[in-house]
């Protein structure tokens, strides 16, 4: 069976990312927890033994092994041709795989000033001073809604059902609440959708469950 080696879920976006793919498409796969804290100093030593760029997530099928979570999405969606990780018409799926790519390259400020942590909630006043003294996260933001919003029926996922965009915004929906940031209407119910998710539900209560 094919293996996923990922980091802490409090704190690992691009764990969460290629994790969400595989359990809310019910593809088989084993998984592979590789903590990062005080207790366990090795851990870059250990994570240097799975693969040679030492990150997390790795999937190891045995052949070989694919990192990145990009990657390894475009890898299960190859090998998975009659599940719809990507939305099935060719116009949604450029758009679909568009928006993912942004994600993966973009949104540095909000990476930064609100790295994920699950188990973190932070007061409205903190959000608010947080957005009020940065310029560049206040933009990230508004990128992000403007994405969201691209939705054709505010009751659905991006692209109607769940697909690979979907899990790679489902961190930033975390960093959202977690900060307590100010985000529209509209955003705030495609954030309840994520949050509503099976596969979701699942990460989020072992987060929190994770000492920390």
């Known amino acids: 069976m094919q293996r996923l080696y990922i980091a802490n879920k ?5 764990s969460m990312r290629a994790w969400l793919v595989l359990t809310a ?6 998984e592979v927890l590789v903590r990062f804290d005080a207790t366990n100093p090795s851990f870059k030593e250990q994570l240097s033994l799975i693969h040679a760029n030492a990150k997390v997530p790795v999937l190891d099928v045995g052949e070989f092994k694919i990192w990145d979570s990009l990657a390894i999405c475009e890898y299960l969606a190859e090998q998975n041709p009659d599940l719809a990780l ?3 018409l060719t116009h949604l799926r450029a758009q679909a795989r568009s928006i993912s790519c942004e994600m993966h390259s ?7 000033l609100c790295p994920m942590n699950i188990q973190a909630q ?3 006043a903190e959000g608010q001073a947080l957005w009020a003294q940065h310029a560049e996260l206040r933009a990230d933001v508004e990128r992000i809604e403007q994405i969201w919003a691209q939705r054709s029926d505010e009751h659905t996922f991006l692209f109607g059902d769940f697909s690979i965009a979907d899990a790679f ?7 959202f609440k977690s900060y307590a940031l100010p985000v529209a209407e509209r955003s705030q119910q495609y954030m309840q959708h994520i949050m509503q998710h099976p596969a979701v539900k699942q990460w ?3 987060a929190r469950a994770e000492a920390v």
Do not use: C, G
Not at 10 to 14: E, I, P, R
Not at 169 to 175: C, G, I, L, S
């Open 86 to 88: 990507w939305p099935k």
């Open 10 to 14: 409090n704190y690992s976006s691009w």
């Open 122 to 124: 932070y007061s409205i």
């Open 204 to 206: 989020v209560d072992a």
């Open 106 to 112: 973009s949104f540095m400020a909000l990476r930064q």
């Open 169 to 175: 915004y489902a961190p930033v929906v975390m960093r």
């Open 25 to 30: 498409f019910n593809i088989d796969f084993e």
